[in-house]
């Protein structure tokens, strides 16, 4: 849970909103197909645990956003535009609707669908 203290007192953000807004903004992005679910093997997804959104792990640390999500996109389309358009949809995203910079924004394309 990330914690803001202002003069009014606290704002606390759950981590799992901030997945949620990234998977959302995610989603958006012309392209995109779904995001990446939990694989067995997947050490990024036992780190994510069960609430986190599909597809997302992050890390917030004083204001600052480190996110990354999985995507699978669609086959034809250009996937460094398509990643490119993610990762400004997040970061747009999260700091509109958070205050907190997002820092670090990566894709991971794991998949291809026609």
């Known amino acids: 849970m990330s914690e803001e203290i202002n003069l009014?007192?606290?704002?606390?953000?759950?981590?799992?909103?901030?997945?949620?807004?990234?998977?959302?903004?995610?989603?958006?992005?012309?392209?995109?197909v779904d995001m990446a679910g939990y694989f067995t093997g997947d050490i990024a997804g036992k780190l994510r645990g069960k609430k986190s959104a599909k597809g997302v792990a992050l890390l917030v640390e004083e204001g600052k956003v480190h996110i990354s999500v999985d995507i699978v996109v669609r086959s034809g389309v250009k996937i460094q535009t398509v990643a490119g358009d993610v990762q400004q949809k997040v970061k747009n995203a999260i700091e509109t609707m958070t205050g907190y910079t997002a820092d670090e924004v990566n894709v991971n394309v794991i998949g291809l669908v026609a």
């Open 8 to 32: 009014s007192g606290h704002v606390q953000i759950a981590d799992e909103v901030i997945a949620n807004i990234a998977s959302t903004a995610t989603l958006e992005a012309e392209g995109v």
